[in-house]
């Protein structure tokens, strides 16, 4: 994942070699390396408690300020630094995912998910998209002039209405995952929506990812992020590797969803 984005050079290929390390294991810069909280003396910190769904500095239902950014939780710190690889983060807090999307026909939904959070006084950001365009057609390659947000959209799962979508960095693939929309039931009629994030690294490889395909139209190899149930939109919970990394709550489904 893109958690790095300030190391300088870090991604140049000699980098990496002298590194020695694994898919996702070059992402700590002011990027995103959104990892566990570990104490100086090698303890486990404190990770925040998600919240209850409501956003804004209002409290009930009267001063509510609805937004595309909510809290995330992550599920563990040991998670966490799968996720980053290289290095424990000092005191990480303020861990916040935000969800810029639009419907680029037929419910598809293309943009943006951005993870970000603070430590030792640095904001570190990550940004993982899916683009709004379609698949450049080449012969020889699956998934020609198909809308590069193919499977990212709402269905019916268990009688809910729920979302699951993929998104893309240079260091892998993640599943956005919208497991509950709840009705405010305010004035303004908002609409809060939860759900999770899932993670799947790129393996370690010194071959040229494609500029071509995002990795789930590819199929074989180190840049394969493929899940069939989110392509096939069978269960809400992405299979084929992928990992759960944490929850998020408090954001608008009107902001997020456009």
Do not use: H
Request: glycine share 14%; with cysteine.
């Amino acid at each position: 994942m893109n958690k790095q984005f300030n190391a300088p050079a870090m991604i140049l290929v000699t980098a990496i070699a002298l590194l020695g390390v694994g898919c996702g294991n070059n992402k700590m810069t002011v990027a995103e390396s959104t990892a566990a909280v570990v104490d100086s003396g090698g303890g486990t910190g404190y990770i925040p408690t998600s919240p209850d769904g409501s956003t804004g500095s209002g409290s009930g239902t009267g001063n509510v300020s609805y937004s595309n950014e909510g809290t995330f939780t992550p599920v563990s710190i040991n998670e966490m630094n799968n996720y980053v690889g290289t290095r424990p983060m000092n005191n990480p807090t303020d861990f916040k995912l935000k969800v810029q999307l639009s419907d680029v026909g037929s419910g598809k939904y293309a943009g943006t998910v951005t993870l970000s959070y603070t430590d030792s006084g640095v904001r570190y950001t990550g940004t993982f998209s899916a683009g709004t365009g379609k698949n450049a057609s080449y012969s020889g390659l699956k998934d020609n002039n198909t809308l590069e947000a193919e499977y990212n959209r709402f269905f019916t799962s268990g009688g809910k209405t729920v979302f699951s979508g993929f998104f893309q960095d240079q260091w892998g693939g993640v599943v956005l995952v919208v497991d509950n929309v709840i009705s405010q039931g305010d004035a303004q009629g908002g609409t809060i929506v939860t759900g999770s994030l899932y993670y799947k690294n790129f393996a370690q490889s010194y071959a040229t990812q494609s500029p071509y395909r995002k990795c789930w139209f590819i199929y074989d190899g180190p840049y394969n992020c493929r899940s069939g149930s989110v392509i096939n939109k069978s269960a809400v919970i992405p299979n084929d590797g992928y990992k759960k990394l944490g929850t998020f709550s408090g954001i608008s489904k009107t902001a997020a969803f456009q």
